[in-house]
């Protein structure tokens, strides 16, 4: 399953971007999508789940209430609705294919996406 993460680019604080995870084959629902990032010198970290039927999401809390994750298993696409950004959230994002449960190990995730740049700054 090779997973295309696009929708990054440069945004001012405050403004909103909308990331998007996708993939060709009709595979997508099989599993759940996790977004993750990694800005320059930090780990990667864990940004926001949605289960492979999309009964259940998850959000790192330094996103709650500004992330949202969506899916459409019909265009095969998985959403990353992100408003009020803030510098900090500057880095690279990859969506990763894995578990149905929305695990918390990033190890545990099958396929990734080669990742999209978001640069929030002024």
């Known amino acids: 399953v090779q997973l295309q993460a696009s929708g990054g680019g440069l945004v001012q604080p405050g403004g909103s971007l909308k990331l998007s995870c996708a993939t060709s084959?009709?595979?997508?629902?099989?599993?759940?999508i996790k977004w993750f990032r990694q800005a320059p010198g930090k780990e990667r970290e864990g940004v926001s789940c949605?289960?492979?039927?999309?009964?259940?999401?998850t959000y790192a809390d330094s996103v709650k209430g500004r992330f949202t994750i969506s899916r459409s298993n019909m265009k095969n696409t998985v959403y990353l609705q992100m408003d009020n950004l803030k510098p900090e959230d500057t880095a690279v994002y990859y969506c990763?294919?894995?578990?149905?449960?929305?695990?918390?190990?990033?190890?545990?995730?099958?396929?990734w996406g080669q990742g999209t740049l978001v640069t929030v700054s002024s």
């Open positions: 990763a294919a894995g578990p149905s449960y929305c695990p918390e190990n990033a190890e545990t995730y099958y396929y």
């Open positions: 084959r009709a595979t997508l629902n099989r599993f759940a």
């Open positions: 949605i289960r492979s039927t999309g009964s259940l999401t």
